[in-house]
C-alpha cells in the first residue's frame, strides 16, 4: 500500500470514529467555521498546528517555507484578508521552530538546486546579517538556527503589525510569536512571555 492509500484508508477510519462517538459532529463542520485563530507557520512536516490538539474547524492556516510573512505574497494577503474580513478571527499566532531547514539554509551559501527556496528566504538573509553580532557568539551551528528562527518569527510579527490589512483591522486582533522546540515538543510564546507555563502538571492545571 502506498502512503496516499493509506491515507485513505486512515481517513475512513478517522471519520467512522468520529461519527460514532459525535453522530452531528460532520454536519456541523458542513454548517459553518468560526475558527478564532490564524495560524502563519512553516511548511515543515513536523510542525503542524494540531500540536495545540486543534480539532478541524478551530485554526485558519497559511503555511510556507520557514514562516514568513511577505509584503507581496497574494497567497498570504488573500489568508488574511478573509481572516480578518470574513472570518473575523480575533488572534493571529506566527509560529516557527526550531531545526528548520529554511532558516538553516539562510545560514549556508545559497543552493544551485533550489532558486525559488532562495528567493523566499532572502529576508532571513537580511535579518541574519542584522544580527551578526549576537549569532556570532553562538560556535554551535544548531543553536545559532534556532536563535535566528525566533528573530524570524518575531521580525515576522512585526511586518504583520505594518501590515495595511492589519492595521485597519488592529483593534480586534492579538498578534503572537511563538516558536516549536523539536526536541520536546513544546510551543513557547515569544511575545507573550507571561503566558509561560510551568512543568507538565501546572501546564494541565493551566489549561483545566
Ligand atoms: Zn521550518
Request: with cysteine.
Amino acid at each position: 500500500m502506498t502512503y496516499p492509500q493509506r491515507m485513505l484508508v486512515e481517513n475512513l477510519a478517522w471519520s467512522d470514529e468520529i461519527s460514532t462517538r459525535d453522530p452531528a459532529y460532520f454536519q456541523r463542520l458542513a454548517n459553518d467555521q468560526r475558527p478564532n485563530v490564524l495560524w502563519i507557520g512553516c511548511s515543515d512536516s513536523r510542525v503542524p498546528e494540531a500540536v495545540t490538539r486543534a480539532m478541524p474547524g478551530e485554526i485558519f492556516v497559511h503555511r510556507n517555507i520557514a514562516n514568513l510573512v511577505g509584503e507581496h505574497d497574494d497567497s498570504l494577503a488573500s489568508v488574511l484578508e478573509y481572516a480578518l474580513v470574513v472570518l473575523r478571527v480575533q488572534h493571529i499566532i506566527v509560529c516557527g521552530h526550531h531545526c528548520c531547514g529554511g532558516v538553516q539554509a539562510a545560514l549556508r551559501p545559497p543552493a544551485a538546486a533550489l532558486p525559488n527556496v532562495n528567493r523566499r528566504i532572502e529576508p532571513i538573509r537580511r535579518l541574519a546579517a542584522l544580527h551578526t553580532t549576537e549569532l556570532r557568539l553562538l560556535e554551535d551551528f544548531d543553536e545559532r538556527a534556532d536563535r535566528l528562527a525566533e528573530l524570524n518569527v518575531l521580525a515576522q510579527v512585526q511586518t504583520l503589525h505594518a501590515l495595511p490589512l492589519i492595521q485597519d483591522a488592529r483593534r480586534a486582533v492579538q498578534i503572537h510569536g511563538w516558536i516549536f522546540s523539536m526536541h520536546d515538543g513544546r510551543l513557547k510564546a515569544l511575545t507573550d512571555p507571561q503566558w509561560a507555563l510551568g512543568d507538565t502538571a501546572d501546564a494541565h492545571e493551566a489549561a483545566g
